[in-house]
């Protein structure tokens, strides 16, 4: 099993990752022919995520949808860091206790 901190650093990775795949749609929304891009997650064996990157096949915007996404990773994202700095608060306090 992975860390704590590893798993969120990969949450974190996965929703800028988010964030940076709707700045791209938002964008090119005025782009001729532009096909949306995608984030696929997918879950690893000992925690964590993984992400890929995809186009869509039909092309068009989906402003909504993009708005929402930012928001999701913002969320995903601030949550994330907080289990890190949780992790290093509590590490901290077990160095603390055995000093």
């Known amino acids: 099993m992975n860390s704590i901190s590893a798993i969120a650093f990969s949450g974190m990775n996965a929703a800028t990752a ?23 997650q997918q879950t690893q064996a000992g925690g964590g995520v993984t992400t890929s990157i ?24 601030k949550a994330n860091l907080r289990t890190v700095q949780v992790e290093h608060e509590m590490l901290g306090s077990l160095l603390d206790i055995k000093a």
């Open 18 to 40: 988010r964030l940076g795949v709707s700045a791209h749609n938002v964008a090119n929304v005025q782009t001729a022919g532009f096909r949306r891009q995608q984030v696929l």
């Open 54 to 77: 995809t186009q869509l096949d039909a092309a068009g915007s989906d402003l909504a949808a993009d708005a929402v996404q930012q928001m999701t990773a913002l969320y995903s994202f």
